[in-house]
């Protein structure tokens, strides 16, 4: 195994593993009403086959709009669909480079993002979640800055900000000429409550926002990105998408679109958030709550963030015996995509929660037999 892959390197080497913990992909099984959907799938191909792009793309607009009770969403300048999040990353970098922007990336985070703004000739510079929420260290770093590339909820950590602390990093924002980008990729595993397209819009703020379904429903890996931008950003953004996407799959609007309405209907809290909730504490009780990092207590997204301290053991070697033993999960280093891979940056892991039942069972399994020798 290569110490210096990267965490997606990591996730394909998961692959291969009896129980694969490591990618944080929607795999879980399907419930009874998503089944239903499975087996409408001719149907739906020729219900999609009926409407334009424009009205398939639009009607795809209204349903994640209502499924995330943020009818701002509704009233952006523009937005654009890309089939996954990564490619709505790297349209971003695409973007930071034609404008020749220093930017600020949430650390720590999945380092894909670090590595597609690099690809595309940006070097970001980490801004810390503390420095984030402080409003003091946040405008001291902002000053320095043109963007503020926000991952929140973030991922390893399941951090997510309040209204009142993302209304005051907007503010922040606004006030020093900052464009502020977010990847809301796992905003679903939190209750709704506030529409933060709202909030950037009564900031006048300028923003580019990009969503994902990838991560909370076992749809084989058929996604669909959202990439939602202020007026400011709108030209350069569609003329770049322009030159690579025409559009995506109304096949695949469709049939995701029909995901949210179930949401919809059995709601997130029964069909999403219960499921991650009892996963989260099947690993816990387990592995003990003394191996969670603390800054992880309070996550809720879908895969959990570990601290390998009380072990003395350094995440590449933990991950590389687990291999062994049949489990796949990622090291922590590759989410300090600005450090070297020293300690304090390899003493984590992380597992992913919403794979198939007997499957996440038998990695549990895996994982309980291995620290109850090394703890």
């Not at 490619?87 to 973007?95: E, Q």
Request: net charge negative; aromatic share 10%; glycine share 6%.
């Amino acid at each position: 195994m290569n110490y210096n892959n990267t965490l997606t390197d990591y996730e394909m080497i998961g692959f291969g593993a009896k129980a694969n913990l490591s990618d944080g992909h929607a795999y879980q099984n399907l419930s009874v009403s998503q089944q239903r959907i499975v087996s409408r799938l001719s149907e739906i191909w020729q219900e999609s086959e009926q409407q334009t792009i424009p009205d398939s793309e639009q009607h795809y607009l209204e349903r994640f709009a209502r499924l995330i009770a943020s009818p701002g969403l509704l009233s952006v300048a523009g937005y654009s669909m890309l089939p996954t999040a990564s490619n709505s990353i790297d349209l971003v970098g695409a973007y930071l480079k034609s404008k020749g922007s220093r930017v600020l990336l949430t650390h720590p985070t999945f380092d894909n993002l670090a590595l597609l703004l690099r690809r595309r000739g940006v070097e970001p510079q980490p801004i810390s979640e503390v420095e984030i929420q402080d409003k003091n260290f946040r405008e001291i770093r902002l000053a320095e800055a043109d963007v503020l590339f926000l991952v929140n909820p973030n991922n390893p950590t399941g951090t997510n900000l309040t209204k009142k602390e993302f209304s005051e990093v907007v503010q922040s924002c606004v006030q020093l000429g900052v464009t502020i980008i977010i990847d809301a990729s796992f905003r679903l595993f939190y209750m709704q409550t506030w529409d933060s397209y709202q909030v950037l819009q009564d900031a006048d703020a300028s923003y580019i926002v990009f969503e994902d379904t990838g991560k909370v429903f076992p749809s084989q890996d058929m996604k669909v990105s959202i990439l939602a931008y202020s007026a400011d950003c709108r030209d350069a953004l569609r003329e770049l998408y322009n030159e690579v996407y025409l559009c995506v799959s109304k096949f695949s609007v469709a049939v995701l679109g029909e995901f949210f309405e179930d949401a919809l209907d059995c709601g997130l809290d029964s069909s999403v958030h219960k499921l991650v909730a009892s996963r989260r504490a099947q690993l816990r009780a387990a592995l003990g709550e003394a191996i969670v990092e603390p800054v992880a207590k309070s996550s809720q997204i879908s895969v959990e963030w570990l601290s390998l301290a009380p072990t003395g053991l350094s995440d590449t070697e933990v991950v590389g015996d687990l291999f062994n033993c049949g489990v796949g999960v990622l090291p922590g280093r590759g989410f300090f995509w600005n450090q070297s891979g020293e300690p304090p940056f390899t003493q984590n892991f992380r597992v992913s929660l919403m794979k198939p039942q007997l499957e996440f069972d038998q990695g549990v399994e895996i994982l309980k037999a291995y620290f109850s020798k090394v703890l």
